[in-house]
């Protein structure tokens, strides 16, 4: 009888094997989707701190015309912890003389900072080095120059969303399009991509408005063969971006409220 048990037994361990073998090779490949940790020290520090630092990252164009009403909606913003960093090549001086006369007229030119290069047209290792300059703990907003925010309390829903918790890295909204005013088809973040690998997918990629921590930004090691010197152009930049979508993955928040409208005339 005794035998018997034994031999069961044994049997019953070599089915269980198997069984465990597998159970933990398909855990061990799920935490490759995993984001990495992102340990930054300031989200847990800061933890009470209900007013988070935003800044408006900004290249623009050589015509004034063109981003005269995203300068407006940033400067009619109810909440007031935000700063506007301006990438200024050779070819964009009226332009940036446009921006700098609208903010002194609102009494808020210690809101402006310009970044200069001597490229005649803006590049990526452009844009590396002016996000390379912000402080670890500022939240950057980055809409582009002929887009603007869709009402007064855009940064207030913001800063609900990252001061209510720290899970939250990366993000992005639905929008309207101009001149039809039609709603945007911006997608919801799907973990479904994540599963298939499909990050090129993302929707946080080919959004207009992104929304991230500089401080995530700077724990990123892009792919040594990607060339800084590309065009700064909205193709390059979701190349770009891609390690950051990557890792961000689980932490990406999609915001179903109308945020901006992008001008597609």
Same mark, same amino acid.
């Given at each position: 009888?005794?035998?018997?048990?034994?031999?069961?037994?044994?049997?019953?361990?070599?089915?269980?094997?198997? *069984?465990?073998?597998?159970?933990?090779?398909?855990?061990?490949?799920?935490?490759?989707?995993?984001?990495?940790?992102?340990?930054?020290?300031?989200?847990?520090?800061?933890?009470?701190?209900?007013?988070?630092?935003?800044?408006?990252?900004?290249? *623009?164009?050589?015509?004034?015309?063109?981003?005269?009403?995203?300068?407006?909606?940033?400067?009619e913003q109810k909440y007031e912890n935000y700063r506007i960093v301006l990438m200024e090549t050779v070819n964009i001086s009226q332009s940036t003389a446009t921006i700098k006369t609208m903010i002194a007229k609102e009494n808020k030119s210690h809101l402006l900072t310009i970044i200069s290069y001597s490229d005649k047209k803006p590049t990526i290792e452009c844009f590396q080095r002016a996000l390379d300059s912000l402080k670890d703990d500022e939240i950057v907003i980055q809409l582009e120059c002929n887009d603007w925010l869709s009402n007064n309390e855009v940064l207030d829903k913001i800063n609900q969303i990252y001061s209510s918790s720290n899970e939250t890295w990366l993000m992005y909204s639905q929008f309207l399009e101009?001149?039809?005013?039609?709603?945007?088809?911006?997608?919801?973040?799907?973990?479904?991509?994540?599963?298939?690998?499909?990050?090129?997918?993302?929707?946080?990629?080919?959004?207009?408005?992104?929304?991230?921590?500089?401080?995530?930004?700077k724990q990123i090691k892009l792919d040594s063969r990607f060339n800084n010197q590309k065009p700064l152009i909205p193709e390059t930049l979701d190349l770009y971006f891609l390690p950051l979508a990557e890792y961000s993955r689980h932490h990406i928040r999609f915001l179903e409220d109308v945020l901006y409208v992008h001008n597609s005339s």
């Open positions: 009888m005794k035998g018997t048990l034994q031999k069961s037994f044994a049997f019953i361990l070599l089915l269980l094997i198997p *069984c465990f073998i597998l159970f933990n090779f398909s855990f061990l490949k799920s935490k490759r989707y995993l984001p990495k940790p992102f340990t930054a020290e300031f989200i847990e520090k800061e933890a009470e701190f209900r007013e988070k630092p935003f800044v408006f990252l900004l290249y *623009c164009s050589d015509d004034p015309r063109t981003f005269e009403q995203n300068i407006s909606s940033i400067l101009y001149p039809s005013y039609q709603r945007g088809s911006i997608d919801p973040y799907v973990k479904k991509m994540l599963r298939n690998r499909h990050s090129r997918k993302i929707p946080w990629l080919s959004s207009y408005l992104k929304i991230y921590y500089a401080g995530l930004f």
